[in-house]
């Protein structure tokens, strides 16, 4: 059971357009969504998280939209440069009673971004 | 401190054979997790501990996986009686007590192949 899907296996886009990466969750508990970058022979990176009770995160060039209604959030990453060149995954977990711990995250199968010069 | 570290980088092993992977996780985390990887996937979270305590542990971990943190430092998996199927990348990382505002810190992870 997927519960996190991220549809678009490649994309491709050209330096200083716009790149939107796509994320999909079915279990409604999820209430924190982060996105890592991934090099070869590196471990995931941490790029930018959202609360469930936000719809909206910016940091510099990473902007991370969530539509709670829709299950669906997504990457904005303005503009696109060569070194975002990576595989993206989208990540969720979901906190204890009091909102205060997250434990494990489960993340989708990652989106293969290129950006060409 | 230089982050997560993880040893080997590389573990090629004959089916049948047991593994041992060691995570050193940044000092200052109490909270410490392991996830596999292979071609194509995200990675798929098999278990996590608090300091010593192991908190949860995946479907995935069959009995022939163990992971153990003495003293909340460190920790190792091993996997006995290797099969091809657990060719993969294996992931460890780590964070302050589960708070998720800037996300884990991952290793570059051991990457095991079966033969």
């Known amino acids: 059971d997927q519960q996190v899907k991220q549809n678009s296996p490649s994309l491709s886009v050209q330096e200083g357009r716009i790149s939107i990466l796509n994320c999909d969750y079915t279990n409604s508990m999820f209430d924190y969504f982060l996105w890592y970058k991934k090099y070869p022979a590196e471990g995931p990176t941490f790029l930018i998280s959202?609360?469930?009770?936000?719809d909206k995160n910016e940091d510099g060039r990473f902007t991370v939209f969530l539509n709670k209604s829709a299950k669906h959030l997504s990457l904005h990453i303005v503009p696109s440069q060569p070194g975002d060149s990576a595989v993206y995954f989208c990540a969720a977990s979901f906190s204890n009673a009091g909102g205060t711990s997250y434990g494990k995250l489960t993340f989708g199968q990652g989106t293969i971004l290129t950006v060409h010069p | 401190d230089t982050g997560v570290s993880q040893n080997p980088r590389h573990k090629i092993t004959k089916r049948g054979q047991n593994v041992t992977f060691r995570c050193d996780p940044i000092s200052e985390h109490n909270r410490l997790y392991w996830y596999r990887q292979t071609l194509g996937q995200g990675p798929e979270f098999l278990t996590y501990?608090?300091?010593?305590?192991?908190?949860?542990k995946s479907r995935l971990l069959s009995d022939r996986f163990s992971a153990e943190r003495p003293k909340g430092s460190f920790s190792t998996l091993e996997i006995q009686r290797t099969e091809q199927g657990d060719s993969a990348m294996y992931l460890c990382?780590?964070?302050?007590?589960?708070?998720?505002?800037?996300?884990?810190?991952f290793g570059s992870g051991t990457r095991l192949t079966v033969v």
């Open positions: 959202i609360s469930s009770i936000k």
């Open positions: 501990f608090q300091n010593e305590a192991q908190l949860e």
């Open positions: 990382a780590s964070s302050p007590s589960g708070l998720a505002n800037y996300g884990y810190t």
